[in-house]
C-alpha cells in the first residue's frame, strides 16, 4: 500500500473514532466531524491509490519510449552503413567496371585485326577451311569479349557446344561439316557467332540469350538438320553467363560437362549446365 494512502486512511480512522467518543460526552457534532473525517479519509485513500498506479503506467511508459528511441536509433545506425556499404559498393563497382569495358575494348580491336588480315597466317588460324566457321582460337577470344561486355551492360550470353555425329557403336562417325555449318549460320543470328573447334565441335557464342533461348535457338538447329538427314545425332551443352558461371574458363568448362552429359545419351539430347550453390 501506498504511504500516502495509509496515512489517510490512519487519520481518518482516528477521526472516526474520536468522533464516536465524543457522542458519550453528548458532543454530537463530535460525529459529524468524524464522519467527515473519514469520508475525506477514504477519498484520500482512492486518490492516493490512483496517483500511485498512474506513477506506475507512466513509469512502463517512460521505459517502452526509451526502447523505441533506441530501436529507432539503431535504424538510423544500420542504414547509415548500409548506405557506406552501397557507397563503397558503388565505387568498386564502378572501377570493375571500368576495367571490364577496357579489356572487352582491348580484345573487340585484337579480334576485328585479326578477322581484317585477309590471305594471312593469322587469317588462316580463325577460319576454319572445311566450314568457313571461326577457329576454336577465335572462340576462346569471343567468349571473352562478349563475356565481358556482359558484364558491361548487365545482359546474360549464353555458350553452346554441339556435336553431330551419324551411325552408331564403332561406325560412329561426325556429319558432313559443311552441310551442318549451312544450317547453323542460316539459324544464327548476326550477332551470334558459331565456330569450329580441333575436335570436330561447333562452339557457338549467343549474344544477349538467356538459358531458355539458347536451348530452343540449339533446338532450330536440330530440327533443321533433321529435316535434311533424320539419321544424324545432335548432342548439346549449354551454359549461361551468369546464370551458370562468371569467369570464361568456368563457362566454357560447364558447357563441356553440359555436351559431356549430352553423349550419354543414344538420341539428341540437349543438356543444360548445373549452377554452382
Known amino acids: 500500500m501506498d504511504s500516502r494512502a495509509f496515512v489517510a486512511l490512519t487519520v481518518g480512522v482516528t477521526g472516526f473514532v474520536l468522533g464516536i467518543l465524543s457522542v458519550f460526552e453528548g458532543a454530537w457534532t463530535g460525529l459529524f466531524a468524524g464522519i467527515a473525517a473519514l469520508g475525506a479519509a477514504f477519498a484520500g485513500f482512492v486518490l492516493a491509490r490512483d496517483l500511485s498506479a498512474t506513477k506506475v503506467e507512466l513509469e512502463h511508459e517512460r521505459k517502452q519510449s526509451a526502447g523505441l528511441e533506441d530501436a529507432v536509433t539503431s535504424q538510423v545506425q544500420a542504414r547509415i552503413t548500409a548506405e557506406d556499404a552501397v557507397r563503397s559498393l558503388g565505387t568498386e563497382l564502378a572501377a570493375t567496371q571500368a576495367s571490364e569495358v577496357a579489356r572487352a575494348e582491348r580484345v573487340e580491336e585484337e579480334i576485328k585485326n585479326e578477322v581484317q588480315l585477309t590471305g594471312s597466317?593469322?587469317?588462316?588460324?580463325?577460319?576454319?577451311?572445311?566450314?568457313?566457321?571461326?577457329?576454336?582460337?577465335?572462340?576462346?577470344?569471343?567468349?571473352?569479349a562478349r563475356v565481358a561486355a556482359a558484364r558491361r551492360h548487365l545482359r546474360p550470353v549464353a555458350v553452346v557446344l554441339v556435336e553431330v555425329t551419324g551411325g552408331s557403336g564403332d561406325d560412329r562417325h561426325q556429319a558432313e561439316p559443311k552441310m551442318v555449318s549451312e544450317h547453323l549460320i542460316e539459324t544464327l543470328r548476326e550477332s551470334d557467332t558459331a565456330c569450329r573447334?580441333?575436335?570436330?565441335?561447333?562452339?557457338?557464342?549467343?549474344?544477349?540469350?538467356?538459358e531458355n533461348g539458347a536451348v530452343w535457338t540449339v533446338e532450330r538447329i536440330r530440327?533443321?538438320?533433321?529435316?535434311?538427314?533424320?539419321?544424324?545425332?545432335?548432342?548439346?551443352g549449354v551454359a549461361c553467363y551468369p546464370?551458370?558461371?562468371?569467369?570464361?574458363?568456368?563457362?566454357?568448362?560447364?558447357?563441356?560437362?553440359?555436351?559431356?552429359?549430352?553423349?550419354?545419351?543414344?538420341?539428341?539430347?540437349?543438356?543444360?549446365?548445373?549452377?554452382?550453390?
Not at 125 to 144: H, K, M, N, P
Request: glycine fraction near 4%.
Open 121 to 144: 597466317t593469322a587469317r588462316q588460324a580463325i577460319t576454319d577451311s572445311a566450314t568457313g566457321l571461326y577457329t576454336e582460337t577465335y572462340f576462346r577470344a569471343a567468349v571473352e
Open 243 to 277: 546464370a551458370h558461371a562468371f569467369e570464361v574458363r568456368d563457362l566454357v568448362g560447364k558447357a563441356s560437362e553440359a555436351l559431356e552429359a549430352a553423349t550419354e545419351w543414344h538420341q539428341d539430347r540437349i543438356e543444360v549446365a548445373i549452377a554452382d550453390l
Open 223 to 236: 530440327r533443321r538438320i533433321a529435316e535434311e538427314d533424320d539419321s544424324l545425332t545432335l548432342w548439346a
Open 197 to 210: 573447334t580441333s575436335k570436330g565441335l561447333y562452339a557457338l557464342v549467343l549474344e544477349d540469350t538467356p
